[in-house]
């Protein structure tokens, strides 16, 4: 029988390639729900508070999960055992999170648009495991790997100040529109022309 409740955000895998995010998305939902503390580490929950989490845990694992878990009834316990069986996925997200940090090129995309979503998976990666990106650090990325038949561009774009890598972006995205259009008006007219 399937599940018939819809599921906040995905079910822990079993495989644990989810952890990193699951854990996120189930810490801010028991929070919201009141239920943050639960989790935590000599908690004084209420039972109440207590079965609330666990329904609410049990409801996003893989149904093996459950199975192994069955008998686990405190949710802090539920947590640890979790953590202590899927946290090593940091070790395994981080180095690929660096190397395509490293390889992340603005030059390598048809897009502003697609290499702002690349930088942003990249980051999230490297944030969830617990390594700081700063604006300055997504400014400097972008204007070193601009293509070098854009050198000037490139300084033109420093040269403006940009503290926030957002602001950058959104001009980028300007400019990459503004192009597109140039571009659609120099074809038609040269279809007019003939």
Request: proline residues 1%; neutral net charge; charged residues 25%.
């Amino acid at each position: 029988m399937s599940n018939l409740t819809k599921l906040d955000f995905g079910a822990l895998d079993i495989s644990g390639k989810n952890y990193l995010t699951w854990a996120l998305d189930a810490q801010i939902h028991l929070s919201v729900e009141g239920h943050g503390d639960t989790i935590k580490e000599g908690n004084k929950s209420s039972d109440q508070q207590k079965a609330k989490a666990m329904i609410f845990l049990r409801r996003h694992l893989h149904e093996d999960l459950k199975n192994e878990y069955l008998t686990v009834t405190d949710p802090h316990v539920l947590w640890k055992n979790l953590k202590d069986r899927y946290d090593h996925q940091k070790a395994v997200i981080l180095p690929k999170a660096r190397y395509e940090w490293m390889h992340l090129r603005l030059q390598d995309f048809k897009s502003v648009s697609d290499y702002n979503s690349a930088m942003f998976r990249i980051t999230s990666k490297l944030l969830l495991c617990g390594e700081k990106v700063t604006d300055e650090d997504m400014l400097e990325k972008t204007f070193s790997t601009f293509h070098a038949s854009n050198v000037l561009l490139q300084q033109h774009y420093r040269e403006k100040g940009f503290i926030k890598y957002s602001d950058l972006i959104s001009c980028l995205l300007v400019a990459e529109q503004n192009n597109e259009l140039l571009m659609k008006n120099h074809e038609a007219r040269k279809i007019m022309n003939y």
